[in-house]
C-alpha cells in the first residue's frame, strides 16, 4: 500500500488524503506533501526541474515545492511499480486578496536571473515548430473526416470550422515570424521560469503551491499569454477591467517590450481554445464528455464574432503605445 511505502521510504504518516487534479497530496506534521507520478524517467529533466526549485527558493521564494530525499537517498521511489517523487510544502499562509500580475512578475524576476542551462523543460524558440506540428496533426484528421464525411453532429461542427481556424493558427505563425525577424529582444525579454499553462487558479487555492512540475524555460509572455486567455474564455463579457488590471499590475514591475507585446499577441491568435476541444474529443471514449466537448465547440463558433472582438481591440484597451513601438495590427481582424 502506499502509506506503507510513504511511511518505510520517507517515515511520514499520510495523514488528511486529498485529490487535486492530477496529483494525490496528504498533511504529514504541519507539512503539505505532493506525490508527483512519473511515467517515464528522463534524468535530465528530472535534474533541471531540481535545479529551477533550488534557485527560486534560494531567490526567496518560500512557496515552491521541495523535493524530498528518501531514505535510500534517492528522489524517486515506487510503489505497485509505479515511480514518484515526493515533494513538500511548509508554508501554507498566503495574504488574501493575491494581486496576481504582480506576484507573476516577481516570479519572472526571480526566474529570468537562473543562468544553468535548460535543455529539456526549453521552450524558448520552439512556438512556431510546436504550433506546426499540432496543426498539421489535427489537418490530417479533418482531411480523413472530410473524406469519409462526418459521422455525427461534432465531426460536422468540426469540417466547417477547421479551415477557420487553421487560418487564425498560420496567422498565429506568421505573426511570431514577423517579431522574430523585426524586432530585437531587450534586456527584459530574457528567459525565466514559466508555467506549461498558467492559470487564476493556480495560486489561487487553498494553499499557495509551486510545483516545479508545472515549470518550463520560456519568455514571460507565455504566462501572459495563458493567463489572459483562461480568464477571457471564462469570463468572455466582462473580462477586461481585471485584464487590464492583471496588466497594469504585472507592468509595474515588469515594463513590456514591443518584442513581448508581439509574442504575446501571436500567443492569443493561436487558437489553443479550438485545438484542445477538437484533441480531446477524438481522444476521449467516453460519451459524457464527447457531449460536453460537443456543446463546447458549438458555444465556441457561436461566440467566434466576440473572439475576434478580444483580438481585434486587444492592443486598444491594454493602451498599447503601438506606433511608438511598432506594433503592426492583423488586417483582416
Not at 515594463?255 to 477524438?282: K, Q, T
Amino acid at each position: 500500500m502506499l502509506e506503507d511505502v510513504i511511511y518505510e521510504n520517507y517515515g511520514l504518516t499520510m495523514e488528511r488524503q486529498r485529490m487535486e487534479g492530477a496529483y494525490q497530496r496528504f498533511f504529514s506534521g504541519h507539512a503539505l506533501f505532493t506525490i508527483v507520478p512519473i511515467a517515464e524517467v528522463n534524468e535530465d529533466e528530472l535534474m533541471e526541474r531540481l535545479k529551477m526549485s533550488h534557485f527560486m527558493q534560494q531567490q526567496g521564494d518560500q512557496y515552491v515545492s521541495s523535493f524530498v530525499m528518501s531514505r535510500e537517498n534517492t528522489y524517486l521511489s515506487q510503489n505497485e511499480g509505479n515511480l514518484f517523487i515526493l515533494m513538500e510544502n511548509t508554508l501554507l499562509e498566503e495574504p488574501r486578496p493575491i494581486k496576481m500580475g504582480s506576484k507573476l512578475s516577481k516570479f519572472h524576476s526571480r526566474g529570468r536571473t537562473f543562468a544553468e542551462p535548460i535543455k529539456v523543460c526549453n521552450r524558448i524558440g520552439k512556438w512556431k515548430e510546436l504550433w506546426e506540428n499540432r496543426i498539421d496533426t489535427l489537418e490530417a484528421v479533418w482531411r480523413e473526416k472530410l473524406q469519409a464525411h462526418p459521422i455525427n453532429d461534432f465531426e460536422k461542427l468540426f469540417v466547417e470550422s477547421f479551415p477557420y481556424y487553421v487560418g487564425l493558427g498560420e496567422n498565429a505563425i506568421q505573426y511570431l515570424v514577423d517579431c522574430e525577424i523585426d524586432e530585437n529582444p531587450t534586456n527584459l525579454d530574457a528567459g525565466t521560469v514559466c508555467h506549461e499553462r498558467f492559470y487564476n487558479d493556480m495560486w489561487n487555492g487553498e494553499y499557495l503551491l509551486k510545483n516545479p512540475f508545472d515549470w518550463v524555460f520560456d519568455h514571460q509572455s507565455r504566462d501572459i499569454g495563458e493567463w489572459i486567455r483562461q480568464h477571457y474564455h471564462r469570463l468572455p463579457q466582462t473580462f477586461q477591467p481585471t485584464m487590464v488590471q492583471f496588466m497594469n499590475e504585472y507592468q509595474s514591475n515588469l515594463p513590456l517590450s514591443g518584442f513581448s507585446w508581439r509574442l504575446l499577441y501571436a500567443r492569443l491568435l493561436f487558437p489553443v481554445h479550438y485545438l484542445e476541444a477538437v484533441e480531446s474529443y477524438f481522444s476521449s471514449r467516453k460519451m459524457g464528455d464527447q457531449r460536453k466537448l460537443e456543446e463546447n465547440l458549438e458555444e465556441m463558433l457561436e461566440q467566434s464574432h466576440h473572439h475576434e472582438e478580444f483580438l481585434r481591440y486587444f492592443y486598444e484597451v491594454n493602451e498599447v503605445p503601438i506606433q511608438n513601438l511598432r506594433i503592426p495590427k492583423v488586417d483582416w481582424l
